[in-house]
């Protein structure tokens, strides 16, 4: 199973940048998929998740507003529409998707099975 990444890159403070993870080797259209990021010296953090069917989605308080999650499930993808983007933005992007059949989604980091390489956001000011 593969989950690739990709839309990262340099933007200034107020632009947009469009994140997407392709995943290969198997099909979560009945699994929960999402995103999480980590900054340099910092933890990886939940940024924002979506149910199997995309009626539930969920966000850290620190991008409501600003980010929208979306998928498509004849892909077997999910994306990150990240806008306002701010220097505390700054991280590497991994997307995520979850083994379990599940009507919602879990925001812990180690409910989630599969990640991928991660796509580097920077931000600057």
């Known amino acids: 199973v593969q989950l690739q990444a990709s839309g990262g890159g340099l933007v200034q403070a107020g632009g947009s940048l469009r994140l997407s993870c392709a995943a290969s080797g198997r099909t979560f259209s009945s699994n929960p998929m999402g995103w999480f990021r980590q900054a340099p010296g910092k933890e990886r953090e939940f940024v924002s998740a979506?149910?199997?069917?995309?009626?539930?989605?969920g966000y850290a308080e620190s991008v409501k507003g600003r980010f929208t999650i979306s998928r498509d499930n004849a892909k077997n993808s999910v994306y990150l529409q990240m806008n306002s983007l701010k220097p505390e933005d700054t991280a590497v992007y991994y997307c995520t998707a979850d083994a379990n059949v599940r009507l919602g989604y879990s925001s812990r980091s180690t409910d989630w099975d599969y990640w991928g390489q991660g796509t580097l956001v920077t931000v600057s000011s």
């Open positions: 979506i149910s199997w069917s995309g009626r539930s989605v």
